[in-house]
């Protein structure tokens, strides 16, 4: 969660301030106010990271997937937080899947599982050998990005189209040549970086330069070879 939580906070703080301040709220009442809105920010955060954000780094190597996530993130985006929002600001005092209620929890759902999808297709594709297949040779002019639900609808379901036609693929591709174990990618340089934070020293930068030295080394060697 980047800005757009800092700017709810903000605005849901100023608000308990104002009446705070106006004599609205005695002690109890403040109490009160102040642990409804931690709970809500806590589970916004929570929800909102998970829903959006952990392991989409798996995606960014295949085109179809990278883009059927972003088509129906932003869509599903302005279709539920933005667009709200611009039609009645206080709104922005209840942060994203923040409030303790049945429908904030399906709306969770439906980006967290559908997030989980896109990462396990990725997986899958590795397995396969077709992860990034079509990652040059075609374009993606989507709907305009705005509040209009119409426009954010359109999105999603262009993001729904792409994620279908990966889908098929996939099916195809089992039909031929059948099943293949999706696991998570293996971690980059596993046990280099010693430690993580503030002064961290991190061993991965100087293994990586080695690493490619190394690499690049024997492909010098094998040109002078070839020339001689």
Do not use: C
């Amino acid at each position: 969660p980047g800005l757009d939580h800092a700017g709810m906070s903000v605005w849901a703080t100023v608000g308990l301030l104002r009446r705070e301040l106006a004599g609205e709220l005695d002690a109890a009442a403040l109490q009160a106010a102040v642990d409804v809105h931690n709970g809500e920010f806590g589970r916004s955060y929570d929800r909102w990271l998970d829903a959006l954000y952990v392991d989409k780094y798996e995606l960014l190597g295949d085109a179809e997937l990278t883009i059927a996530s972003y088509l129906f993130d932003t869509g599903m985006y302005f279709l539920g937080i933005a667009g709200p929002i611009f039609r009645e600001p206080e709104l922005l005092a209840r942060p994203t899947f923040g409030e303790d209620i049945k429908p904030t929890w399906v709306a969770w759902q439906v980006m967290r599982r559908f997030k989980a999808r896109m990462i396990h297709l990725a997986r899958w594709r590795r397995a396969a050998g077709t992860y990034g297949r079509r990652n040059v040779g075609w374009k993606v002019y989507p709907a305009r990005f705005d509040v209009d639900r119409k426009r954010s609808f359109d999105l999603v379901m262009e993001g729904v189209k792409v994620w279908a036609r990966v889908e098929l693929d996939r099916l195809r591709w089992m039909l031929r040549h059948g099943r293949v174990a999706a696991a998570p990618p293996a971690p980059l340089l596993a046990g280099a970086v010693e430690s993580v934070g503030d002064g961290a020293v991190v061993a991965a930068t100087d293994a990586a330069t080695g690493m490619a030295a190394g690499a690049a080394a024997p492909a010098v060697a094998s040109e002078a070879a070839v020339a001689s």
